[in-house]
């Protein structure tokens, strides 16, 4: 099964999907071709605006039960400055046991091994049933694809999902969340050399700018193991040099903790601007909750149970940038949001995926996924050489 799982990965890496860049019908005829010859149920998502944003199998097991739900991204990041590369971004090939090209490791990889999954179960006799989403509008940040699949009146809803991000070492039971915003800073415009111009908007920006990161924030508390973090991520305003300018516009971005939401990171913000003594308007443009799954929950129990029988030594890991798992814990949708093989270059230059750890990888997955459908386990079901 994993020659099979690295020869589908191959083919989706050779049909770019950058978000926002190619089109996405390549790498999701790939797929459609694939689960369709296994007989797999299978349909496109759409968006409220009737683009496609990914596909979504559904494997039902016959028996009452909850269904749980496999999630990996077939859209990747840009390439970058392709002349930097040392094989072209598409190659899809395998050196020294390193498969190659962008979305290797995120998640290329992780789609192909889940439709394994699938196809496994596909015919067998479980408890509920098991989802595999496809997410082809992950890396626009808009998560269209889960927010299709959740808003889907067909689709059950899911017990638990596993997102397939790469790294071995953690599985992401947590992470923090963000609120985000942009602030207008007005002032007065004027000639730069008159003699009666007062400070533009620019410069009252560069001051709430300094409001902003010297503004104290609570520590990480025993709940959480992460403190908030406030960044400024972006200031634009002025041009040319002889106009005082009236407008400057400031980005910030607030990860944020059960005991510091988006409730406090507005009133902070709010706090900064009063503070500045000019006018400003706070727009509020993202909001997610944080989230971390408590000891035993599942369906992050299963998966570091399983990664433990396959003989790995993993840990629970609460993430400081937000994911999808923010997204559905705002649903109250229980989420892993990483545990995959090891890579290099990931959103970056030569990104690969180490293919030693696929099999292990692929057992821990489908161990984890037959114990949550109530499936009873065994060496051979679950065996890393499978």
């Known amino acids: 099964m994993t020659a099979e799982i690295v020869e589908l990965a191959q083919q989706l890496i050779r049909r770019p999907s950058r978000a926002g860049i190619d089109d996405y019908a390549p790498v999701l005829g790939v797929l459609e071709h694939w689960l369709t010859a296994r007989n797999l149920p299978h349909r496109r998502l759409r968006d409220d605006g009737g683009a496609v944003v990914g596909l979504l199998v559904e494997v039902a097991g016959g028996r009452p039960g909850p269904w749980w739900t496999l999630d990996a991204c077939v859209d990747t990041a840009p390439f970058g400055d392709e002349s930097a590369w040392s094989f072209p971004p598409d190659s899809g090939d395998v050196v020294d046991g390193w498969l190659r090209g962008r979305g290797a490791a995120d998640s290329k990889l992780a789609a192909a091994m889940f439709c394994g999954i699938a196809a496994k179960l596909h015919g067998r006799e479980f408890d509920g049933g098991l989802a595999v989403l496809l997410d082809a509008d992950e890396h626009t940040g808009g998560f269209g694809g889960a927010r299709a699949y959740l808003a889907d009146p067909r689709a059950a809803r899911p017990a638990g999902v596993m997102i397939g991000y790469p790294g071995l070492e953690e599985v992401v039971v947590g992470g923090r969340g963000l609120w985000r915003a942009?602030?207008?800073?007005?002032?007065?415009?004027?000639?730069?050399?008159?003699?009666?111009?007062?400070?533009?908007?620019?410069?009252?920006?560069?001051?709430?700018?300094?409001?902003?990161?010297?503004?104290?924030?609570?520590?990480?508390?025993?709940?959480?193991?992460?403190?908030?973090?406030?960044?400024?991520?972006?200031?634009?305003?002025?041009?040319?040099?002889?106009?005082?300018?009236?407008?400057?516009?400031?980005?910030?971005?607030?990860?944020?903790?059960?005991?510091?939401?988006?409730?406090?990171?507005?009133?902070?913000?709010?706090?900064?601007?009063?503070?500045?003594?000019?006018?400003?308007?706070?727009?509020?443009?993202?909001?997610?909750?944080?989230?971390?799954?408590?000891?035993?929950?599942?369906?992050a129990a299963a998966l570091l149970e399983a990664a433990a029988h396959e003989g790995l030594t993993v840990r629970a890991k609460t993430a400081g940038p937000s994911n999808i798992g923010n997204l559905l814990a705002a649903e109250g949708i229980p989420a892993t949001a990483g545990f995959g093989v090891r890579y290099e270059g990931l959103h970056g230059t030569d990104e690969r995926a180490r293919l030693a750890d696929l099999p292990v990888m692929h057992a821990a997955y489908r161990r984890a996924v037959l114990g949550l459908l109530g499936q009873r386990l065994s060496s051979r079901t679950c065996s890393s050489r499978s």
């Open 182 to 299: 942009t602030i207008a800073v007005h002032a007065d415009s004027g000639h730069s050399g008159s003699r009666r111009t007062t400070p533009g908007a620019v410069s009252r920006a560069a001051l709430l700018v300094r409001l902003l990161e010297e503004a104290e924030l609570p520590d990480a508390d025993g709940e959480f193991p992460l403190p908030p973090k406030l960044t400024v991520t972006s200031i634009h305003g002025g041009e040319g040099f002889s106009v005082v300018p009236d407008l400057c516009e400031v980005g910030v971005d607030i990860r944020t903790t059960p005991g510091f939401g988006a409730r406090e990171a507005e009133d902070l913000v709010r706090r900064a601007v009063a503070a500045l003594g000019t006018s400003a308007a706070v727009t509020p443009v993202a909001s997610w909750p944080p989230f971390r799954l408590a000891e035993g929950e599942q369906p």
